[in-house]
């Protein structure tokens, strides 16, 4: 039986997904396939590419510090076009650069189809709204005609449009297409998972519970948790195609508080292992 693991995206709380397959690895369960957006995109595309938990926690320490590359530059030069002709030229107010070598050093410039299991990746369009599917191996993918499969990109360029965060990161220019936060449509990959052939899906989902979020007081909070909300019924049928649901709790986490990645990982670590009994009984039929 073929055990897929669908990651969400989810901002800073994505680092949880890291104390999902460490729960699951120390319970010796393995995902056969596994697909991710956005922050689930950075988890799911490294430990398909190799890395293990452990070092996928201490990979995600070293993101706490600043990798992130403010446009200045074209934020001054858009606050001047505003004010002097009442036009915006910037796509985004992060450059992403910095976070693309960084994938791109950690995965040596690999393509995806070089992946040790079977990993999808998605994003969107933003001008024409397809869903774009990276993907390491399509021969026995099940298509749709509305969504693009692309599987000769490197995973830094896979997850690096899966994380451009609309109005935050600027898209990433692939094929003429412009990319972002592959959220927007599919923040919890269930359906491409199946596609790929899983027979059972456990998917994680960080997203806007539909419960109070505090803390929630500055320009990219509140991006995330706009986006968040929007998500949340488009997401809603996805959470209930899964097989296991597993929900990890976080008390005063925002998307972007980078100083508690070891008590992120703790709570998917915990939630993983309360829904134990659950998947091995699944696992077991």
């Known amino acids: 039986m073929s055990l897929g693991l669908v990651l969400s995206g989810g901002g800073v709380r994505g680092a949880a997904h890291i104390g999902v397959l460490k729960a699951l690895h120390e319970a010796g369960i393995r995902p056969g396939i596994i697909s991710g957006t956005s922050a689930g995109s950075i988890v799911a595309g490294l430990y398909a590419y190799g890395y293990t938990p452990n070092e996928l926690g201490m990979i995600a320490n070293k993101f706490a510090r600043n990798y992130y590359d403010v446009d200045y530059p074209g934020i ?86 899966s994380i451009a965060i609309p109005g935050i990161f600027r898209p990433k220019i692939i094929n003429q297409m412009r990319l972002v936060d592959g959220g927007i449509r599919a923040n919890l990959p269930v359906e491409i998972c199946r596609r790929m052939g899983a027979q059972k899906v456990i998917a994680v989902n960080l997203g806007y519970t539909g419960y109070p979020v505090p803390g929630v007081d500055n320009i990219l909070e509140i991006s995330l948790q706009s986006i ?58």
């Open 76 to 161: 001054l030069a858009s606050l001047v076009g505003i004010f002097c002709h009442g036009s915006v030229n910037i796509s985004g107010l992060i450059k992403g650069d910095y976070l693309e070598d960084a994938f791109f050093r950690l995965t040596k410039g690999a393509k995806l189809k070089s992946a040790k299991i079977p990993v999808s990746i998605t994003a969107v369009d933003i001008n024409k709204t397809n869903l774009v599917v990276f993907v390491s191996d399509n021969k026995r993918l099940w298509r749709r005609e509305d969504y693009i499969y692309l599987t000769e990109n490197t995973f830094a360029e896979a997850i690096r449009a």
């Open 228 to 285: 968040d909300i929007m998500v949340y019924q488009i997401t809603k049928p996805s959470m209930d195609s899964a097989d296991i649901l597993v929900l990890p709790s976080m008390n005063n986490v925002g998307h972007s508080d980078m100083s508690k990645i070891d008590y992120i990982i703790s709570c998917g670590y915990e939630a993983t292992k309360n829904a134990l009994p659950a998947i091995k009984k699944l696992l077991a039929t």
